[in-house]
């Protein structure tokens, strides 16, 4: 695990400033303390900062081919790199490390492009080839690793696993770009392949990137992606005995490491499954550790001692105040682009426990998304048997001026808020789910943006998103639907993004065996009944678990890691909040109604509204701004 960076000169064979490569490799030392590296030659530079977890004595990068004609920076872990490395000595090559990076150069020599199907883990990688005169770049298929890159206005492509480290290089202009600001506001992140830059790019999960020296820079190639055929013939048992074996195989390939190992206890579904499945297969009690709240209402340590009680873990907990707001701007330095899941305060603060005593993590991310956890899910099938029952025209001639109407109650539970409810029956069910995730949603965004910011959008709208995504799925079952677009966007955009910046921050590798992705695409041949039944979501992950663990952790009310925005707002935040919003670098650049926020805030303060959610995302793009140096002068997004 580590931070990889670097430039490659796209039109000839200029020789990398050092400097600049120093500057960009050290801009992510936390991603990698243990040791650093620069390689330079003519056209091509790469740096590296190494957390070493495999292959301590050998493993450093660059990481070289016999005769240094190919050379490669990697970030991540392939799980499966001994069995590679066997069928590739079956090919006649020579291994000279034990490490899962000279596994991905062979790959390279033998399959070029083609590596990335023989890959299993998550990895972000680039390899320069002398010999093709080419750089290749690939993410892996879920977007666990991140990978960033953009071209210089005098033909260098840079790249790096943060973007900070792209800025670092000084070449690059800060143009904002309204469609990432729009996309923001819209999902609370900005989604791939977008960044806050109108000039920097991510790299899309499942994607890679040939570029050759000499001719213009091409589109990424989507080399996998997932297809729920919902085919598999199976009853309930045994299809929970098959998920039992994925799950205990997953688990085990991630339980490779010469460091302190652990994992992440929430008292959740998904990372009690995976802490129960490490203590059956390791005779040595399990690290775990949960983050507690001071607030009863947020609180899961309860249900995390349960199985730490049941497994005999190594159990460590600690309990966040539920005033711990003081990250704000800390998370937007971790983050180079504006984030507003508040969630990545308590994910920062487990992670911060973690290190404490392990250098690597398992986690239960990514098992709502192939598997079926989210409660929107079960609100979404529900108004999707609603919406079939009527002609879209009908609908929207109807529930949408009953929406109008109906008066706005976000302090209801979901089921009873009619408007909500009218205005998804009026959409199609890419529109209602782009609205179910909205963070700040369509009347509000189009309130809050100015005239001026409207005009630079043109017109775009951040549902195309979805749409793009929805084209793709090939699926006319529901909740395949909404899964598949999970998938694509929140789990890497917003989970994914989350647990990184969270976890390298402090120089901790979390690994994610519900995102092994044999195990995601075997679950996509699940018929949908077996994911969501009734009121049930994960019904046959929970099957599976039964004789794992107890039923109070099983089949609880789903809690979630949140943290109490509202209060927060309305109380110790609320003068630093109404500073921001209104004098701070957010109100300097043009794009937002003043009288719509001053609305917000009176109405939030008050306790006429609930307004946190929206305040927030406004909160965390005010802190981007300021992160970037953006205050004094903002930024313009670009026409």
Same mark, same amino acid.
């Given at each position: 695990?580590?931070?990889?960076?670097?430039?490659?000169?796209?039109?000839?064979?200029?020789?990398?400033?050092?400097?600049?490569?120093?500057?960009?490799?050290?801009?992510?030392?936390?991603?990698?303390?243990?040791?650093?590296?620069?390689?330079?030659?003519?056209?091509?530079?790469?740096?590296?900062?190494?957390?070493?977890?495999?292959?301590?004595?050998?493993?450093?990068?660059?990481?070289?081919?016999?005769?240094?004609?190919?050379?490669?920076?990697?970030?991540?872990?392939?799980?499966?790199?001994?069995?590679?490395?066997?069928?590739?000595?079956?090919?006649?090559?020579?291994?000279?490390?034990?490490?899962?990076?000279?596994?991905?150069?062979?790959?390279?020599?033998?399959?070029?492009?083609?590596?990335?199907?023989?890959?299993?883990?998550?990895?972000?990688?680039?390899?320069?080839?002398?010999?093709?005169?080419?750089?290749?770049?690939?993410?892996?298929?879920?977007?666990?690793?991140?990978?960033?890159?953009?071209?210089?206005?005098?033909?260098?492509?840079?790249?790096?696993?943060?973007?900070?480290?792209?800025?670092?290089?000084?070449?690059?202009?800060?143009?904002?770009?309204?469609?990432?600001?729009?996309?923001?506001?819209?999902?609370?992140?900005?989604?791939?392949?977008?960044?806050?830059?109108?000039?920097?790019?991510?790299?899309?999960?499942?994607?890679?990137?040939?570029?050759?020296?000499?001719?213009?820079?091409?589109?990424?190639?989507?080399?996998?992606?997932?297809?729920?055929?919902?085919?598999?013939?199976?009853?309930?048992? %045994?299809?929970?005995?098959?998920? =039992? #074996?994925?799950?205990?195989?997953?688990?085990?390939? @991630? &339980?490779?490491?010469?460091? +302190? *190992?652990?994992?992440?206890?929430?008292?959740?579904?998904?990372?009690?499954?995976?802490?129960?499945?490490?203590?059956?297969?390791?005779?040595?009690?399990?690290?775990?550790?949960?983050?507690?709240?001071?607030?009863?209402k947020f609180n899961e340590?309860?249900?995390?001692?349960?199985?730490?009680?049941?497994?005999?873990?190594?159990?460590?907990?600690?309990?966040?105040?539920?005033?711990?707001?003081?990250?704000?701007?800390?998370?937007?330095?971790?983050?180079?682009?504006?984030?507003?899941?508040?969630?990545?305060?308590?994910?920062?603060?487990?992670?911060?426990?973690?290190?404490?005593?392990?250098?690597?993590?398992?986690?239960?991310?990514?098992?709502? %998304?192939?598997?079926?956890?989210? =409660? #929107?899910?079960?609100?979404?099938?529900?108004?999707? @048997? &609603?919406?079939?029952?009527? +002609? *879209?025209?009908?609908?929207?001639?109807?529930?949408?001026?009953?929406?109008?109407?109906y008066p706005k109650a976000?302090?209801?539970?979901?089921?009873?808020?009619?408007?909500?409810?009218?205005?998804?029956?009026?959409?199609?069910?890419?529109?209602?789910?782009?609205?179910?995730?909205?963070?700040?949603?369509?009347?509000?965004?189009?309130?809050?943006?100015?005239?001026?910011?409207?005009?630079?959008?043109?017109?775009?709208?951040?549902?195309?998103?979805?749409?793009?995504?929805?084209?793709?799925?090939?699926?006319?079952?529901?909740?395949?639907?909404?899964?598949?677009?999970?998938?694509?966007?929140?789990?890497?955009?917003?989970?994914?993004?989350?647990?990184?910046?969270?976890?390298?921050?402090?120089?901790?590798?979390?690994?994610?065996?519900?995102?092994?992705?044999?195990?995601?695409?075997?679950?996509?041949?699940?018929?949908?009944?077996?994911?969501?039944?009734?009121?049930?979501?994960?019904?046959?992950?929970?099957?599976?678990?039964?004789?794992?663990?107890?039923?109070?952790?099983?089949?609880?009310?789903?809690?979630?890691?949140?943290?109490?925005?509202?209060?927060?707002?309305?109380?110790?935040?609320?003068?630093?909040?109404?500073?921001?919003?209104?004098?701070?670098?957010?109100?300097?650049?043009?794009?937002?109604?003043?009288?719509?926020?001053?609305?917000?805030?009176?109405?939030?303060?008050?306790?006429?509204?609930?307004?946190?959610?929206?305040?927030?995302?406004?909160?965390?793009?005010?802190?981007?701004?300021?992160?970037?140096?953006l205050g004094a002068a903002?930024?313009?997004?670009?026409?």
């Amino acid at each position: 695990m580590c931070g990889i960076t670097g430039l490659f000169d796209t039109r000839g064979q200029r020789l990398p400033e050092r400097d600049r490569l120093h500057r960009m490799n050290e801009s992510q030392h936390h991603r990698g303390p243990d040791e650093g590296d620069l390689h330079i030659e003519p056209g091509v530079g790469f740096g590296h900062r190494r957390l070493s977890v495999i292959d301590i004595a050998t493993g450093q990068q660059p990481i070289f081919n016999d005769d240094k004609s190919v050379a490669l920076v990697f970030n991540g872990e392939v799980y499966n790199y001994l069995e590679l490395m066997d069928e590739l000595r079956g090919h006649g090559y020579v291994f000279r490390t034990k490490s899962d990076s000279e596994a991905i150069v062979r790959a390279w020599e033998h399959w070029g492009e083609d590596c990335v199907h023989h890959l299993r883990g998550m990895f972000a990688f680039m390899i320069h080839d002398r010999r093709r005169d080419c750089l290749f770049m690939a993410r892996d298929r879920l977007g666990v690793k991140p990978l960033h890159y953009a071209v210089t206005e005098d033909g260098w492509l840079l790249f790096g696993s943060e973007l900070k480290s792209l800025m670092a290089h000084g070449g690059l202009r800060q143009e904002i770009d309204p469609r990432a600001v729009e996309a923001y506001f819209a999902l609370g992140y900005v989604p791939d392949p977008w960044t806050i830059y109108r000039h920097a790019k991510k790299l899309a999960p499942g994607h890679r990137l040939l570029v050759k020296r000499g001719q213009p820079l091409g589109e990424p190639n989507r080399y996998w992606d997932i297809h729920f055929t919902l085919d598999a013939k199976l009853d309930e048992q %045994e299809a929970a005995e098959e998920m =039992r #074996r994925r799950l205990t195989e997953s688990v085990k390939l @991630r &339980m490779k490491a010469e460091v +302190p *190992l652990g994992a992440f206890l929430s008292g959740g579904v998904d990372s009690s499954a995976v802490v129960a499945a490490m203590a059956q297969l390791d005779g040595q009690p399990v690290n775990t550790c949960s983050i507690g709240f001071d607030d009863p209402k947020f609180n899961e340590t309860e249900f995390a001692q349960m199985v730490a009680d049941r497994y005999q873990t190594n159990h460590r907990v600690e309990t966040v105040n539920s005033d711990d707001f003081g990250l704000v701007d800390l998370l937007a330095h971790l983050y180079d682009e504006p984030f507003a899941d508040s969630s990545a305060i308590p994910t920062y603060r487990v992670c911060e426990l973690a290190r404490k005593h392990v250098t690597v993590a398992l986690s239960g991310d990514g098992g709502d %998304e192939s598997l079926g956890g989210y =409660r #929107r899910y079960k609100m979404h099938l529900m108004e999707e @048997r &609603m919406r079939s029952a009527f +002609p *879209l025209a009908l609908r929207k001639g109807v529930f949408g001026p009953l929406a109008k109407l109906y008066p706005k109650a976000d302090w209801a539970p979901r089921v009873f808020r009619a408007k909500t409810t009218f205005q998804a029956i009026a959409r199609n069910s890419v529109d209602a789910y782009f609205n179910t995730m909205g963070l700040v949603r369509d009347p509000l965004r189009q309130a809050l943006f100015s005239d001026t910011f409207k005009r630079e959008l043109q017109g775009w709208h951040a549902s195309d998103v979805f749409h793009q995504h929805a084209r793709r799925a090939n699926t006319d079952d529901p909740l395949a639907l909404i899964q598949y677009l999970d998938i694509h966007t929140y789990l890497p955009g917003d989970i994914n993004t989350k647990v990184d910046r969270a976890s390298m921050a402090h120089s901790l590798e979390v690994r994610e065996p519900l995102m092994d992705h044999p195990l995601v695409e075997w679950a996509a041949t699940l018929p949908s009944g077996l994911k969501l039944r009734g009121q049930e979501g994960k019904y046959i992950f929970k099957k599976a678990l039964e004789p794992m663990l107890p039923n109070d952790v099983l089949y609880r009310p789903k809690m979630g890691f949140a943290v109490p925005l509202a209060r927060w707002l309305r109380g110790p935040l609320r003068e630093q909040t109404r500073q921001a919003l209104q004098h701070g670098a957010l109100a300097q650049t043009g794009w937002f109604n003043a009288a719509t926020i001053a609305r917000l805030l009176d109405q939030h303060e008050r306790g006429a509204m609930d307004h946190a959610q929206p305040l927030w995302v406004l909160l965390m793009f005010d802190a981007f701004l300021r992160n970037a140096g953006l205050g004094a002068a903002p930024a313009r997004a670009a026409a």
